[in-house]
């Protein structure tokens, strides 16, 4: 059971778009949960057992155990809408049976985000119809949908519908991007300069840059030092109370 259920299609998505938010929710007593699609075995630098490895080293920044992430081994580059692929997202959803689902907003540079959007969205819906059967552990699963669902931004992003300070888990976020190694360098922490791969859109120092440029930006715009911004996919946002929203 998870109060609030990250999906995206890589191992580092999460950590990159909204582990600030996470840390947030779990500072606050909440609990949490993420799910990334594949292994992110076609990149073009690291190995899947590197980036297994990395995965561990970033929960262990993040503060949460294996059991709390899980890995659909969907194939990386093949995030098919397939009866398949429905299924693992759906037990995933009714495994966690999260309130709030966030996950990969529907237009991106990179397709697999594209992809991961329409297959979680579609597992949201599926998961909560009775007729719609999954197991887990030779056990059938109840139906559950979250009650809210949300998007985060990657690489292309539209005006925000809301924006989360993550002012006091900036340092803790950063450290776990900077877990990933073989794919990012991240001002301040030590970089693998022995690798011998070439360098790509993310690898370069540019691309963290312009990140946390863009954090700086979205908790301006929120009288914060950072923050992330999401979009909502589930109706307008509810709100109890007017002070609350300062
Ligand atoms: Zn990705």
Redesign the pocket.
């Known amino acids: 059971m998870a109060d609030i259920l990250a999906m995206?299609?890589?191992p580092?998505?999460i950590e990159?778009s909204t582990s600030g938010t996470l840390l947030k929710a779990r500072d606050a007593g909440q609990s949490i949960a993420l799910c990334d699609l594949t292994e992110?075995e076609r990149g073009t630098r690291g190995s899947r057992e590197e980036r297994r490895r990395e995965t561990e080293r970033a929960n262990r920044v993040l503060g949460i155990t294996a059991a709390e992430r899980w890995n659909l081994r969907i194939p990386d580059g093949n995030i098919a809408l397939n009866d398949e692929n429905i299924l693992k997202a759906v037990q995933a959803i009714r495994y966690f049976r999260p309130r709030v689902l966030i996950f990969?907003w529907e237009h991106d540079r990179?397709p697999?985000?594209d992809a991961?959007h329409q297959l979680v969205r579609r597992a949201c819906f599926d998961a909560g119809l009775a007729m719609v059967r999954t197991e887990y552990d030779g056990e059938p699963q109840r139906p559950h949908r979250p009650a809210r669902m949300y998007c985060f931004f990657?690489t292309y992003e539209r005006t925000p519908d809301f924006i989360v300070d993550i002012s006091d888990q900036m340092e803790r976020k950063l450290a776990a991007v900077a877990a990933y190694s073989s794919q990012f360098t991240v001002p301040g922490f030590e970089s693998d300069t022995t690798r011998n791969e070439p360098q790509t859109f993310i690898s370069e120092a540019s691309y963290m840059e312009s990140l946390l440029g863009r954090m700086r930006h979205w908790g301006f715009m929120i009288g914060a030092r950072y923050g992330e911004a999401f979009t909502t996919v589930s109706g307008p946002l509810k709100v109890n109370d007017l002070l609350g929203t300062i």
């Open positions: 995206a299609a890589h580092d998505d990159l992110g990969s990179h697999d985000h991961c990657h």
